[in-house]
Each structure stands twice: as C-alpha cells, then as structure tokens.
C-alpha cells in the first residue's frame, strides 16, 4: 500500500501520559465503523440478530494489543472483547517500530487511517464477532470444553465467507484488483485465501477447515469431545465429593454438564440448518462468480479451480439444473482457454507459474471427464519432475506451517504424477 508515509506523519502527534489513554474512545469507534460495514449485507444483518438475543454485544470493546501469534485479530471471552493484532495494523501501513499505544492513538484520532483499517479488516471482525456470540448463546462450550470447539469454527468460517461473497457481489473492484495481481494487502490475501477454497460439496468444505484447524494449530475440540471431557470431570467430581462429604460440588458439576448437553443439542440443530439452507447453492453461485471474473482476468489456474468443479458427483448435490449447466458451460470454456494460453505462453513462464497451470488444466479435465490436451502432453512430462524438485526444495526451506502445507500437497502431486508413464 502507498499510505505508509500518511501514517508515519501522523504519528508526530504529541504524545500523552498514562498507556492506552484511547482505548475506550477507539473501541467505541471501530466498533460502530465495523458495524456500519457489517450491516450493509444480510449476512451481517442476520449476525447482529444473532448478537442482539445476548446482552453481551452491549459492552463487547474493540482493542489493539500486539500479540507474538500469527492471529490478525481474536475474541476474548473473559475480557468480552475483540483484539486486533498491532503487528499486522503495522504491516498494513508499512510502518514499524511503534508501540501499541501510539497505534491506538493514531487510530483514534484520524479518521481516514481507521477507515483504511475498517475497509480491509471488516471480514476478519465479522469472524470474531461470530465467536462472540457463540460464547454469548453456549458459554457452557468455552467454560468446560476449554477450547473452542471445531463447530463453531464451521459457522464462522462459513459466514465470513458468505459475507465477503455478498459484498463483492456488491461492488467486485477489489476482488478483480486480487485476481489480476494489481492489489494485494495482509488482510485481504487472507480473506480470500477461504473464499477462492469454495466447493459444491458441503463436506469438502467442513474437512479443509477440519483439517487446517486440527491438523496446522494442534487440534480444536468437537462438541463430542467436550462433552466427553465434561463427563470425566462429573465422575471426577462425584468420586472426590464422596470422599471429602461435600456433594454440592458434584451437584453443580452435574448441573453443567446438563447446560452443557442442552447447548450442544441446540447448536447442532443450528449449524445443521445453517449449512444445509445455503448448501449448494451459495458454493455454486461463489464458484461461478469468482470463476467467472477470474476467467475475465485470464486467471487461468484460479477459473479453472472454481468452475471445472461439475464433475460426476454433481448430480447428487441438488443443483439447479440451470447453475449446473453454465458451469458445464463456462467449465469447458475455461479449459480451452487455458490450454490456448499454455500453447502461447508456455516458454515464457517460470516452474512455478507453469506448473500451476498445468496442473490446474490436468485435474480440470479430469474432473470434467475431458482428455488433456494431446499436444501439452510432453510439455507436462517434461515439466512435473522440475516441478518436483521445486517444490521439494521449497519445503524442506520453508517454516510456516502454512505455507510448509502447500509446498508438501503440490510436492506430493507432482512427484505422483512425475511417477506415472509419460502421457498419462
């Protein structure tokens, strides 16, 4: 971003005594910018509902601290209140050096640099504000399971996603900046690192963030989980309460553990109806709007990803047969765009962006039941075992898990696909 010189001129401010004099008066502020942004689409009008059934969003505060962790912003339960990472606010400035402070002080006082927070972060807030209110309506979940469960990762996940979808459905200029590589900032990378990963399939969707949460971060609990742990603290309590005379505590261990069933049963049924009233039409409808605007912008890789996904499974979703269609239609499309833009393209690409392409092209026919191109078929040979070796090289360097994730899925599809008899 070209604001890092905008921001380090501000903070010539005149300093003040005492720490964090500004946090009460940001709070109030962001919390009513970010609430003004939310509530422009119905997916963060149907969250304000859902927030105003507690009376916890009344004194929720909106802070920034700086925290070591890779989270942009969290929630936290005991404190009632939504953190943003000072580290990243820095970033996104291009500034650095500055303590917390300072960064509250300059948010609160200048408003053009709080909306360019506000502009880019608002998804990020709608994710926390979703746990919010999870630990609002089920608090029995975070004071027993003593984490956060994997299903209330489902639902924010979800309802960020269909949030960004509907305001780039709104106005799609930053979405098409990000597709054609003119833009790109922290939080927006991140935000649409989950909306690019849509699928038709409800199940596919649950497992990547399953998988990205148990698998990268060490493991979240499951509802079963936590009431089993609950269940083991009863009969740990009703053992100990014998022994000391004292079963008033294993009646009030009793008691949570009855919340606790009541709560998991009411969320299930809630998380059941939330996913299965938009599946699969919101996937279909985010796939074919992002493939769509990818094409346009010759996003190859990324439109063939979103929109050669009607393969022989679609049937069974309960599409409507018109959205199947077009994205048989624009399916196709995409495919023979690609293969023309390898055929023209192709020597001026590096291992990275070529191998991608090819890639994408070969699951693409793949998936659509399509041959791969017959004259491509060397120009694949001859570049999977390269692609192979760069990604391998690229994993055994890299420290983000993340990131460590992407370079071991591309490195296991290339050297099995390298495997493999030529042409095939």
């Known amino acids: 971003m070209k604001t890092g010189l905008l921001f380090l001129a501000l903070l010539v401010l005149p300093g003040f005594a005492g720490a964090y004099p500004y946090d009460a008066r940001l709070s109030a502020k962001l919390k009513k910018e970010f609430e003004l942004q939310l509530r422009a689409v119905p997916a963060g009008r149907e969250l304000y509902a859902r927030l105003e059934k507690s009376k916890g969003y009344k004194t929720l505060r909106v802070l920034v601290r700086r925290d070591a962790s890779p989270c942009f912003a969290w929630f936290d339960p005991e404190k009632n209140a939504v953190y943003f990472n000072s580290r990243f606010i820095l970033k996104l400035f291009e500034a650095k050096g500055f303590k917390d402070s300072k960064v509250v002080e300059v948010l609160w006082g200048n408003k053009e640099v709080r909306a360019e927070l506000v ?76 909306y690019f990963t849509l699928s038709l399939d409800m199940n596919r969707y649950k497992e990547k963030i399953r998988r990205y949460y148990e698998e990268q971060l060490g493991g979240y609990l499951s509802l079963e989980k936590a009431e089993t742990l609950q269940k083991n603290r009863e009969a740990d309590s009703k053992i100990f309460a014998y022994a000391s005379g004292n079963v008033g505590d294993y009646a009030r261990s009793g008691a949570s553990l009855a919340r606790l069933q009541k709560e998991k049963a009411e969320y299930a049924e809630f998380l059941e109806d939330f996913y299965k009233t938009r599946w699969p039409a919101f996937g279909a409808d985010a796939l074919l709007f992002v493939g769509t605007i990818a094409l346009e912008g010759k996003n190859y890789p990324l439109a063939l990803d979103c929109l050669a996904v009607a393969d022989v499974n679609s049937a069974s979703y309960g599409l409507d047969p018109e959205v199947l269609n077009s994205l048989k239609t624009k399916g196709a499309l995409a495919i023979l765009e690609a293969a023309s833009f390898l055929r023209d393209n192709s020597k001026k690409m590096d291992i990275e962006v070529l191998s991608q392409h090819l890639k994408s092209l070969e699951k693409a026919c793949a998936a659509t039941g399509r041959p791969f191109p017959d004259d491509l078929l060397e120009l694949k040979d001859s570049a999977y075992p390269r692609a192979m070796a760069y990604y391998d090289k690229k994993h055994s360097a890299e420290a983000d898990p993340a990131k460590k994730d992407y370079y071991k899925e591309n490195l296991d599809y290339f050297a099995a696909a390298a495997k493999a008899p030529p042409g095939q």
């Open 119 to 194: 502009k880019y972060s608002n998804p990020i807030y709608l994710h926390e504000l979703v746990h919010a209110a999870q630990c609002y309506l089920y608090p029995e979940y975070r004071q027993d399971a003593g984490a956060n469960p994997l299903e209330f990762e489902y639902e924010a996940y979800l309802t960020e996603d269909i949030y960004v979808h509907e305001r780039m459905k709104a106005d799609p200029a930053l979405l098409k900046s990000f597709i054609r590589g003119t833009y790109t900032d922290l939080y927006t990378d991140n935000i649409f690192g989950s």
